[in-house]
């Protein structure tokens, strides 16, 4: 494994020869929505704040990854935007040698206000969970009110965040009729597109699997209406993008189930309680916290993270293995 090398060219690299170099850090569990393929309706059962990872610790963490390689640092949750101050921990996260991107995935229920402060403190992109455009139907899907996001784009829009990426989960008999509408409002606003297909997350993940809808097709029903042309974005992420002829718009298909990328997949998740996550859809996990509050100097916990690195499997079973993945999206951070 990568541990030896000299600094420069540290990296880590696992079993199957894939280079990890993007961190998904979940700086909660907790959410002021309850998307119903998310997190289940009066849901509490959340991390005990002792257990969270201070932001010194955090920091510490994102650190050591920086000299194993890390570039690309994504903050999500939960909502991250429930975390306090939240921009002191993005300003230091920022500052950490290696680290050359850091983004943010949000409800953008509180964007509004933190949009400014968080450009300022060094996050760039941003994407925002977005799954429909009726108020009535925000409500059914997530508990909250629509005119929130909708003001919370308007001031990432504002601040300077570039791309800004809305991600749309994409289901059937839930909101298949309001592609076409999210493309017109992404044109618009010139907001790129993600659809992502559900995954079997949780009890709540595999519910909203009855309202699965393969994304081949719905690309297909754009291809019909729309020219599309071979699309890169920025990011690191699983999406295959495309872009609308004539327009700035760019549109990623997410199919973790109906065209699998693990094999590129180059990413781990550091959860709120400090632990590693090495898959979204297996259970291989390494506990960090634990270790952290024992004191472990920076080599060994560069090491610890060699060896986790060490247990990332090949690939997700969402097809073969649905029921397998009890924890929420929430919990390990999506
Ligand atoms: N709260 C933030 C948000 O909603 O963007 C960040 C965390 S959320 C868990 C990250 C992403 O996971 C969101 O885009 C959400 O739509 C997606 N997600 C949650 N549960 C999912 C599921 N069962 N299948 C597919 N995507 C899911
Ligand atoms: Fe909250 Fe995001 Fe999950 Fe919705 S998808 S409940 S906004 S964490």
Request: aromatic letters at 8%; glycine letters at 8%.
């Amino acid at each position: 494994m990568a541990y030896n090398r000299p600094m420069m060219n540290r990296q880590l690299t696992d079993r199957f020869g894939r280079t990890i170099d993007y961190v998904r850090l979940s700086v909660t569990d907790r959410c002021d929505l309850r998307c119903f393929y998310c997190m289940p309706k009066g849901f509490r059962d959340f991390e005990e704040p002792e257990h969270w990872l201070r932001f010194d610790e955090i920091e510490r963490v994102i650190a050591a990854f920086g000299r194993l390689g890390t570039r690309r640092i994504r903050i999500t949750g939960g909502e991250p935007l429930v975390r306090k101050n939240l921009p002191d921990l993005s300003r230091r996260l920022a500052a950490l040698p290696g680290i050359e991107d850091l983004s943010l995935s949000t409800n953008a229920t509180r964007l509004a206000r933190h949009a400014a402060e968080l450009h300022a403190s060094g996050i760039r992109r941003i994407n925002v969970s977005l799954d429909t455009l009726r108020p009535e139907r925000f409500k059914a899907i997530t508990g909250g009110k629509l005119n929130k996001v909708l003001d919370g784009l308007m001031a990432a829009k504002h601040a300077g965040f570039s791309p800004i990426k809305i991600n749309m989960v994409a289901m059937k008999g839930v909101n298949d009729d309001e592609i076409d509408s999210m493309v017109d409002f992404c044109i618009e606003h010139g907001f790129t597109l993600r659809f992502i297909e559900t995954m079997p997350v949780g009890d709540t993940g595999r519910e909203a699997s009855d309202h699965y809808l393969d994304l081949q097709t719905v690309k297909q029903s754009l291809s019909e209406r729309y020219e599309l042309l071979p699309g890169v974005m920025p990011g690191g992420g699983p999406a295959r993008y495309v872009q609308v002829a004539g327009t700035d718009l760019r549109i990623g298909f997410i199919t973790p189930i109906s065209q699998h990328f693990c094999e590129t997949c180059n990413r781990v998740r550091l959860s709120v309680d400090g632990t590693l996550y090495m898959c979204l859809g297996q259970d291989h996990k390494f506990e960090l916290r634990p270790l952290l509050r024992a004191g472990i100097s920076d080599a060994e916990l560069e090491q610890a993270i060699v060896e986790a690195i060490g247990l990332k499997p090949e690939r997700h079973e969402f097809n073969e293995k649905p029921q397998q993945i009890v924890r929420f999206m929430s919990h390990t951070g999506g």
